[in-house]
Structures are given as structure tokens and as C-alpha cells.
């Protein structure tokens, strides 16, 4: 529920009438993103259409010619592909309040974004936006969750929405709009979108009763935890897989005192409820019965868990999933990110989704090229099946030829359009030429894991120096039972193998011994967990502390290891 839904007690997630109301427009909008699909060229031609004809007059607009383009040939002549770095000067200028700089539209509010550099970047979002690209995808992302686990909207209490985070003051631009990330902003109220609120967001957790430091985001999962034991949760949302897998951890990190507040009636010391004994002596048998706390002991009638399923959550999940239950279904996420979406599941596919044809204009450029200003681009229909792709998109809201970062990779093409998947971030490790990406890792890793029926909970590597001196990968893995040293050989073999497999630059390095043999590090099975808190510890928000496979900085390769061996 938004800030505005719930101070004006109405719209409310227990009212029928606003449940129907949601049900049917979420249903909409994925039927009409089905429908689009059979004419995909089309809806991405009107897409171009549009945000030239509407940007036309902006100062981004008039130096770039948007007025005299017609066709995506000229678009692409006309408008160099740009990184949020290049970008930055007319979004600081719409940040400081200068009108028709990017849009013809005036930014209501700017998604903060970090991406996996830590950078907060100001991305500018606009009515237009909202209406054309943002909520049609938005909507029709719930549709396979409540239409398979329509219980799941059975009470406001039945779904436990970790990134939802609203904040009473938000931080502003020096234009005094919000600079907030996308679960923070209140959509109802500033885009006049009644719906908007996702499942989870009329929880009676949702906005914390109590007072906490708005920074504190530990202390404020801490309370969502420890009110959430006392309700009936049938899904976990959590969009960053990490903050999925950290969730069983904080589970008994905090057991003792989330028992303490429960019987006491409690929220950190602060009078809540009456006491609840009762609950106080289940909850205590639990852990006294199976020697650990699971979210499916928490929650028995647990059903689903929506999150990203792709990139390192991959290795991870499987194990995961469970912790909340055997019979618990991984729904992901859409491939999208703060600046635009992606791709959005239609159906219960375990990875994929079907581009949004009619958000964005979308160019690929394949991974393994370099992208550059003038990288040559295709269209979606151009796309080959099992290969991976740097993502640029233009919508209206004032993104042009933007490369984010990310690369998708092509599942199939179905219903008119290709189904992708997160593949990662497209950065590389390039100690000595060899151009070793996130996804080509993962897969190897996969490969590795799957030769010899092996675990991981989460695995990191850097580059370092062997005992000759070579740069070689060291692998630092936490796994959920040990490992023996045959083990370890043949993992370490199968890796290598399926790396050089992967990356021609990696094989090449290796067999011209520029790049030495791959090492392993064991971890104790929390060490990423521990990490991963110890990061949101520093005040940053939990949505944004993601999984980082390449760690080459000294500072955070040592956070993570230090004291952490197995």
C-alpha cells in the first residue's frame, strides 16, 4: 500500500472491491503485452515514433535532430550510444530543475540506482514514462503469482515484501524532487496510480510502528522478522535474491530476541501488541526441535518466492528454495533495472521473460564485442538463440541509445519476440587479454559443479598472483557440506576446462600460460551471508547490495574472507 493509500484508510489490500480492481488490471496489462507481441516490429516502431515526435522540442531533441528522423537507420546515425557517465550532464541539469531538457515531461521523481558500481546515479522519471513504459510491465509481472497463488492475496499479511522501504522524508535533487530508489516512491500519490501498491504493501509491517533511523535498514528487517512470525506468510518478494538468501540467516541470528519481543508484546522495547506466550512457546520449540530455525517452520503454508533466478542466484537457489519449503515455487522477477524494463515473464517460466515490445526501444550488440559510441546494433528479431547481448533501450522518458551495463541472454523466440534472461553485468576481468564476463563464469561454475554432483551457497573470485608469479583466479566458495581434497582436483579441472570452453581469450591466456591454474579458497557456509550484512550494516539500502562474482578490490575481497576460511 502507498504512504497515501494507508494515511487515508482507503484502498486498502483487505477490501474485495480493490483486490477485483487490482486482479483485472493486472490481467490487462499482460494481456495487452501478449497481444503486442504478434506484431512486435510494429510496436517498436511506434515506440520510436513517439518518443521522437514528443522529444522533439527538448534540448536533447533539438541537438540531436530528433525532428527530422524517421527510421531507426537514421536514429541510430544520429544518436551515439551513450553509458549513464555520458548521459549525466543533461540528467544533472533536469536534476537541477531546467525543463524540456531530456523529456518534454518534467521529472516528478528520480530513481536512484547503483547498479553493482555503488554509484548513485539520478534517474529521471517521468509521467510519460510511467503511463507508456513503466506500469504496463509492472502490472503484468504480478500476473503469474496471483494467478497460480491467488491465496497469497488472501490477507495483507500473506506476503513478506523485503525491498518495499518507505520513507516519510525522502532526500531530494537541488530541485527538491524525491531522489529515491523504486521502492521507496510513493506511486499512488505522485503518478495518480491507485493500484500501483504491489502485494506485501498493506502488511501491518509495511510502515514500521515504531521509531527507527531511516538508515538503520538492518534494525528495520530486524521488525518486519519479528512481526512477520506472528502472521500466516505465503510468499517471500524479494527482486534481489541475495536479500531472499540472507532472510533464513537473520532468522537465527535473531531468534532469541525476536522470541523475547513476541512473548513480551514487544517491537525492540517499544509496547506493540498484547503479549503472546503462546506464540512465544512455539516459536522457542522450533528451534529447541530441529537445532535451527527455517522460514519453512516460521511458515508452513509458504508458496512461492519471486526474485531474480538467473546469474549467481542460480547456483544458490536450488538449495535455498528449501528453506522455505519443499514445495515452494521460484517465480522470477522481470529483467529489468531502475532506468527501464526488459523483459517480464507471461507465464510460469522458471528464468525467462518475453520482451516488452512496447515499453522501450530495444538494439543488442553481442557480449563478446567491445560496446563503443558506434557499436553496430540489432533489432530483437535478429537475435540468435543461446547467445548473450549487451542491452540499449530508448523510451520516453528521456533515455536514448542507454547502455546500462547489463547483458541478456536469448532463451528462444516465442509468440513473436525473444524470452531472455539476465545474464549479468556486462563488465569484464581482463588481467592479461583474457575478457572473462559474469555470465560465461556462472556457466562455468554450473558446468564444474554439475560434473561432480557439487553445492555451492555463493562463490566470488579476483585475480592474484601463483607461487610463480603467474595471475591466476582464485575461486572463494561457501558451500553447504565440506568438500574433500579429490574434490577440490576435480572441480578445480572441470572449471578450468569449462572457463576456456566459454571465453576463447581465457583458453588462450591458459594455453600460452600467460594465465596460471585456478585456485580454491573454502569459506565457512555463512561467510557471503555475513558479507552481505555487513555491507547493509554501513547504511547501504538492502536492495542494493547485490551478489558480485569478479571482486578484484583488495578492501572488499578482504571483508569478505577475512576470518571467514572453512
Keep these: 500500500m502507498t504512504t497515501s493509500e494507508q494515511r487515508e484508510g482507503v484502498g486498502s489490500w483487505a477490501d474485495p472491491e480493490r483486490l477485483a480492481r487490482y486482479r483485472e488490471r493486472v490481467f490487462h ?57 555520458a548521459l549525466a550532464p543533461w540528467i544533472e541539469r533536469a536534476a537541477a530543475g531546467e525543463a524540456n531538457v531530456l523529456s518534454a515531461d518534467r521529472p516528478e521523481v528520480f530513481f536512484t540506482s547503483s547498479g553493482t558500481t555503488g554509484a548513485h546515479k539520478k534517474i529521471p522519471v517521468t509521467p510519460g514514462f510511467m503511463r507508456t513504459t513503466f506500469f504496463p510491465f509492472y502490472f503484468a509481472a504480478w500476473a503469474p503469482l496471483i494467478e497460480h497463488f491467488p491465496d497469497v ?81 505465503r510468499c517471500v518478494i524479494g527482486i534481489n535474491p541475495a536479500m531472499v538468501a540472507a532472510l533464513p540467516y537473520q532468522l537465527n541470528q535473531w531468534w532469541p530476541r525476536i522470541v523475547q519481543d513476541v512473548r513480551d508484546g514487544t517491537l525492540a522495547g517499544h509496547p506493540h501488541t498484547a503479549p503472546n506466550p503462546r506464540r512465544a512457546v512455539e516459536l522457542a520449540e522450533l528451534a529447541r526441535r530441529h537445532g535451527t530455525v527455517r522460514p519453512a517452520h516460521v511458515w508452513p503454508r509458504m508458496r512461492a518466492l519471486f526474485c531474480w ?61 567491445e560496446l563503443t559510441a558506434h557499436s553496430a546494433t540489432l533489432r530483437p528479431d535478429e537475435l540468435e538463440p543461446g547467445r548473450d547481448y549487451h542491452v540499449v533501450f530508448s523510451h520516453i522518458g528521456g533515455l536514448y541509445r542507454y547502455a546500462g551495463g547489463d547483458v541478456a541472454r536469448v532463451l528462444d523466440h516465442r509468440d513473436g519476440v525473444p524470452r531472455l534472461q539476465y545474464a549479468g553485468r556486462g563488465s569484464l576481468s581482463d588481467a592479461v587479454g583474457e575478457r572473462l564476463r559474469d555470465a560465461q563464469t556462472v556457466r562455468a561454475l554450473t558446468a564444474a559443479l ?11 573470485c579476483r585475480v592474484r598472483p601463483d607461487a610463480t608469479g603467474t595471475p591466476a583466479y582464485e575461486f572463494a566458495l561457501a558451500s553447504p557440506t565440506p568438500w574433500s581434497d579429490d574434490e577440490d582436483r576435480r572441480f578445480l579441472a572441470d572449471l578450468d576446462r569449462a ?3 566459454e571465453s576463447p581469450g581465457y583458453l588462450h591466456a591458459r594455453v600460452e600460460r600467460r594465465l596460471g591454474s585456478p585456485a580454491l579458497r573454502h569459506l565457512h557456509p555463512d561467510a557471503f551471508l555475513r558479507d552481505w550484512q555487513t555491507t547493509v550494516a554501513t547504511g547501504v539500502r538492502p536492495t542494493q547490495v547485490k551478489d558480485r562474482l569478479f571482486r578484484q578490490d583488495a578492501r572488499q575481497w578482504q571483508q569478505l574472507t577475512e576470518g571467514a576460511d572453512a
Design 499 to 501: 572457463l576456456g570452453e
Design 153 to 233: 492475496l488472501a490477507s495483507p499479511d500473506a506476503v513478506l515484501n523485503l525491498k518495499h522501504d518507505p520513507i516519510a522524508a525522502p532526500p531530494v535533487t537541488a530541485s527538491g524532487h524525491p531522489h529515491v530508489g523504486a521502492s521507496q516512491a510513493d506511486l499512488g500519490t505522485t503518478f495518480g496510480e491507485p493500484l500501483s501498491a504491489e502485494p506485501g504493501t498493506g502488511a501491518p509491517w509495511a510502515v514500521l510502528p515504531v521509531p527507527v533511523d531511516p538508515g538503520d535498514h538492518l534494525e528495520k528487517m530486524y521488525l518486519r522478522l519479528r512481526m512477520a512470525v506472528e502472521s500466516d506468510v
Design 450 to 460: 554439475a560434473a561432480s554432483g557439487l553445492e555451492l551457497r555463493n562463490v566470488a
Design 29 to 85: 496489462e499482460r494481456a495487452v503485452l501478449r497481444d503486442a507481441c504478434a506484431d512486435a516490429a510494429g510496436a517498436q516502431r511506434r515506440v520510436l515514433e513517439a518518443l521522437l515526435s514528443f522529444n522533439a522540442g527538448t534540448a536533447f531533441g533539438r541537438e540531436h535532430g530528433f525532428g527530422r528522423i524517421r527510421t531507426l537507420e537514421e536514429f541510430r546515425a544520429a544518436v551515439p550510444i551513450r553509458d549513464y557517465g
Design 309 to 369: 533466478t538467473t546469474g549467481l542466484a542460480s547456483l544458490y537457489l536450488p538449495r535455498l528454495r528449501e528453506e522455505f519449503g519443499a514445495g515452494v515455487t521460484l517465480l522470477p522477477a522481470p529483467v529489468a533495472a531502475s532506468e527501464g524494463p526488459l523483459a517480464v515473464p507471461l507465464d510460469r517460466h522458471p528464468t525467462a521473460g518475453s520482451l516488452v515490445a512496447t515499453a522501450a526501444l530495444y538494439e543488442f550488440v553481442d557480449a563478446d564485442a
